[in-house]
């Protein structure tokens, strides 16, 4: 850590050194230096070149320091935060620590956290109520709290003042710190908090612990410079940093070998990819056209914004193959008065024109959507027109949300004057169209033969599989368990409203086009 960094980094000690369970000296440590992360200074997108460290390794001194421990992590929130989980739970085990299967087992728990709704931030504080009876019952248990809350300055004063028994508070840029944080709370078993709230290295080789061996994440940036007005992401991962193309590639290149059936490419605003090199032009479209070379069956990418989907990218996803035609595509409202103050910097017009282009260049594609109802003074006929585009655009699934201010952000200080029974209103009234355009779209499977990529067994029936077509469409089916992890042929007997069922025709060595 760099001395800028060291001043940013926050550190609550005890000044009692009988707590401590080394006999060290700790002396350093008697004057609270604690400073909470400041949201203000993560808006800040300062011109310092971004570092990039090729080799991380666990430095010697922690060797051995998960001997006869285990770990045990509970992750909320999107894709990014799992693979962020794959991560320390890869330093867990090069710290020689073993996963536990349930948190009752386990010596340390780490809560992977979400700012992005405030039902997210209420299910973490239910848990860490929850853990305190047992931090109780095992007082060396480490209860740590990582992810985007804790780089929130009103979540990290709340576990101060009112939940003493977290041991650890660290946030999204120095997961790579977790030996050096682990190591503090175990010496001095008093609360560390360690939250960058400035940014800017890219971590390489960092050990991961991925979820079997089928379908896998790879991050190829981190960050967003978008700030729309509602959303707290771009100061809780900070500014858009992207990887070297070369080292993506190579993970790429090691999961094919390792014989993973699909990868997705991952980012807050993943096709703003490669707009912060200045020593090349290189970008999502460029980067596609690459990977999609490899010998991997299905290539998906995660999470796009519209203003950052350029016309070569379009071009290269026409090509086909292994780059697959669905694509999540947020619009987050129909009108263009309310997209200008969530500052999303597109009208609906320009938005159903990339949409025409997409369908031009892809004629097959299935588009899906994210959409926030209740925005802040958002009037009846502003709610009509989100339901309007939807329909034109033809969407055939959405993630949908009442909108949840987030302290810090612009929104939550505008007037809101939309009553709640009216936001459940419009959210019943908007899920009713994508309820029924989603059975429309399922309803057109029946009687067709697609190809799935076998997860596993059902989370409602072990005897039956499931698993996804390149369209993104879950499919339940009676089939072998030597088919899990395999592509298959399914042919579709019936059709739910977000759902499939089909009998297994025959297994696939690699895909084909649905």
Same mark, same amino acid.
């Given at each position: 850590?760099?001395?800028?960094?060291?001043?940013?980094?926050?550190?609550?000690?005890?000044?009692?050194?009988?707590?401590?369970?080394?006999? /060290?000296?700790?002396?350093?440590?008697?004057?609270?230096?604690y400073?909470?992360?400041?949201? /203000?200074?993560?808006k800040?997108?300062?011109?310092?070149?971004?570092?990039?460290?090729?080799?991380?390794?666990?430095?010697?001194?922690? *060797?051995?320091?998960?001997?006869?421990?285990?770990?045990?992590?509970?992750?909320?929130?999107?894709?990014?935060?799992?693979?962020?989980?794959?991560?320390?739970?890869?330093?867990?085990i090069?710290?020689?620590?073993?996963?536990?299967?349930?948190?009752?087992?386990?010596?340390?728990?780490?809560?992977?956290?979400?700012?992005?709704?405030? *039902?997210a931030?209420?299910?973490?504080?239910?848990?860490?109520?929850?853990?305190?009876?047992?931090?109780?019952?095992?007082?060396?248990?480490?209860?740590?709290v990582?992810?985007?809350?804790?780089?929130?300055?009103?979540?990290v004063?709340?576990?101060l003042?009112?939940?003493?028994?977290?041991?650890?508070?660290?946030?999204?840029? *120095?997961?790579?710190?977790l030996?050096?944080?682990?190591?503090?709370?175990?010496?001095?078993?008093?609360?560390?908090?360690?939250?960058?709230?400035?940014?800017?290295?890219?971590?390489?080789?960092?050990?991961?612990?991925?979820?079997?061996?089928?379908?896998?994440?790879?991050?190829?940036?981190?960050?967003?410079?978008?700030?729309?007005?509602?959303?707290?992401?771009?100061?809780?991962?900070g500014?858009?940093?992207?990887?070297?193309?070369?080292?993506?590639i190579?993970?790429?290149?090691?999961?094919?070998?390792?014989g993973?059936?699909?990868?997705?490419?991952?980012?807050?605003?993943?096709?703003?990819?490669?707009?912060?090199?200045?020593?090349?032009?290189?970008?999502?479209?460029?980067?596609?056209?690459?990977?999609?070379?490899? @010998?991997?069956?299905?290539?998906?990418?995660t999470t796009?914004?519209?203003?950052?989907?350029?016309?070569?990218?379009?071009?290269?996803?026409?090509?086909?193959?292994?780059?697959?035609?669905?694509?999540?595509?947020?619009?987050?409202?129909?009108?263009?008065?309310v997209?200008?103050?969530m500052?999303?910097?597109?009208?609906?017009?320009?938005?159903?024109?990339?949409?025409?282009?997409i369908?031009?260049?892809i004629? @097959?594609?299935?588009l899906?959507?994210?959409?926030?109802?209740?925005?802040?003074?958002?009037?009846?006929?502003q709610?009509?027109?989100?339901?309007?585009?939807?329909?034109?655009?033809?969407f055939?699934?959405a993630?949908?949300?009442?909108?949840?201010?987030?302290?810090?952000?612009?929104?939550?200080?505008m007037?809101?004057?939309?009553?709640?029974?009216?936001?459940k209103?419009?959210?019943?009234?908007?899920?009713?169209?994508?309820?029924?355009r989603?059975?429309?779209?399922? /309803?057109?499977?029946?009687?067709?033969?697609?190809?799935?990529?076998?997860?596993?067994?059902?989370?409602?029936?072990?005897?039956?599989?499931?698993?996804?077509?390149?369209?993104?469409?879950?499919?339940?089916f009676?089939?072998?368990?030597?088919?899990?992890? /395999?592509?298959?042929?399914?042919?579709? *007997?019936?059709?739910?409203?977000?759902?499939?069922?089909?009998?297994?025709?025959?297994?696939?060595?690699?895909?084909?086009?649905?």
């Amino acid at each position: 850590m760099n001395e800028k960094q060291r001043l940013e980094s926050q550190q609550v000690k005890s000044a009692n050194p009988s707590d401590k369970k080394s006999a /060290k000296d700790y002396s350093t440590y008697f004057e609270t230096v604690y400073t909470p992360p400041s949201l /203000k200074e993560a808006k800040k997108r300062g011109k310092e070149d971004v570092s990039y460290h090729k080799d991380f390794e666990i430095p010697e001194q922690f *060797n051995g320091m998960g001997r006869g421990r285990k770990f045990y992590i509970r992750t909320y929130g999107c894709q990014m935060n799992e693979h962020d989980t794959e991560v320390m739970a890869g330093i867990f085990i090069g710290l020689g620590y073993e996963p536990a299967e349930t948190p009752e087992d386990a010596n340390v728990i780490l809560l992977n956290t979400c700012a992005i709704r405030e *039902n997210a931030e209420n299910k973490v504080f239910g848990e860490i109520g929850h853990l305190k009876a047992m931090k109780k019952e095992k007082p060396d248990l480490l209860l740590g709290v990582c992810g985007c809350m804790s780089q929130e300055e009103s979540v990290v004063n709340r576990i101060l003042q009112k939940h003493q028994h977290v041991d650890m508070i660290f946030g999204t840029h *120095n997961i790579h710190r977790l030996p050096n944080i682990l190591q503090e709370a175990y010496m001095a078993k008093e609360m560390v908090v360690e939250v960058w709230s400035k940014e800017g290295d890219v971590i390489e080789n960092l050990p991961k612990v991925r979820r079997g061996n089928i379908k896998g994440w790879v991050n190829i940036m981190y960050g967003c410079d978008k700030f729309c007005t509602y959303c707290i992401v771009p100061y809780t991962r900070g500014k858009e940093r992207s990887r070297r193309p070369e080292d993506i590639i190579q993970e790429v290149r090691q999961l094919a070998a390792q014989g993973y059936k699909e990868i997705t490419l991952l980012g807050q605003n993943v096709n703003a990819y490669g707009k912060d090199f200045t020593d090349i032009k290189y970008g999502l479209g460029d980067l596609m056209d690459e990977v999609r070379k490899i @010998d991997i069956p299905r290539i998906r990418f995660t999470t796009s914004h519209p203003r950052d989907f350029d016309d070569h990218l379009i071009e290269v996803l026409a090509k086909g193959g292994n780059l697959m035609s669905h694509i999540h595509l947020p619009v987050q409202s129909g009108s263009s008065e309310v997209l200008k103050i969530m500052a999303r910097k597109y009208t609906r017009e320009q938005y159903l024109e990339l949409v025409n282009k997409i369908k031009a260049a892809i004629p @097959d594609v299935t588009l899906t959507t994210d959409i926030i109802v209740g925005y802040p003074n958002e009037t009846e006929e502003q709610f009509e027109e989100t339901l309007s585009l939807y329909s034109e655009v033809g969407f055939e699934s959405a993630y949908t949300f009442i909108y949840s201010p987030r302290e810090g952000t612009p929104a939550a200080k505008m007037v809101d004057n939309v009553p709640m029974s009216v936001k459940k209103e419009r959210l019943q009234r908007l899920n009713a169209v994508v309820n029924e355009r989603s059975a429309k779209a399922l /309803k057109q499977y029946e009687g067709k033969i697609v190809n799935v990529l076998v997860e596993g067994e059902s989370k409602n029936n072990p005897d039956v599989l499931a698993g996804y077509t390149e369209k993104s469409k879950l499919v339940n089916f009676i089939g072998p368990k030597t088919a899990i992890g /395999k592509i298959v042929k399914v042919k579709i *007997n019936d059709a739910k409203t977000w759902s499939l069922k089909g009998e297994m025709i025959e297994e696939l060595q690699t895909a084909e086009v649905e």
